[in-house]
Nanobody, 126 residues
Framework: QVQLVESGGGLVQAGGSVRVSCQAS????????MGWFRQAPGKEREFVVA????????RYVDSAKGRFTISRDNAKNTVYLQMNGLKPEDTAVYYC???????????????????WGQGTQVTVSS
């Protein structure tokens, strides 16, 4: 089992940047692919980006390509999401999640992730 704790959200102006982090407990962090999802008020949780166990593979939603970067540091049990060029429509609670199953393609489906953090709010003002 792994516990996930996000941090680093906040209020940022449109066009600005923010980095959110997700710290995992336990010694098996490198056995999980990690994903970032977000949920805006009144909307379903949506996939943003995922990274493989080693960090060698990533998968981005189209709206995040070129603006967001996911990375991980297995020695620190941490996954990061660097978000640049933020837009008001990026406003949401951002969640990290862990997928224990190795997949040919990193999953975009929330139900395929086993563990979730509590989320961190990112608000982009126009």
């Amino acid at each position: 089992q792994v516990q996930l704790v996000e941090s680093g959200g906040g209020l940022v102006q449109a066009g600005g940047s923010v980095r959110v982090s997700c710290q995992a407990s336990g010694r098996t962090f490198s056995r999980y692919a990690m994903g970032w999802f977000r949920q805006a008020p009144g909307k379903e949780r949506e996939f943003v980006v995922a990274i493989s166990r080693s960090g060698g593979r990533t998968r981005y939603v189209d709206s995040a390509k070129g603006r967001f970067t996911i990375s991980r540091d297995n020695a620190k049990n941490t996954v990061y999401l660097q978000m640049n060029g933020l837009k008001p429509e990026d406003t949401a609670v951002y969640y990290c999640a862990a997928d224990s199953i190795w997949r040919v393609e990193l999953s975009t489906r929330p139900r395929e992730y086993d563990y979730w953090g509590q989320g961190t709010q990112v608000t982009v003002s126009s």
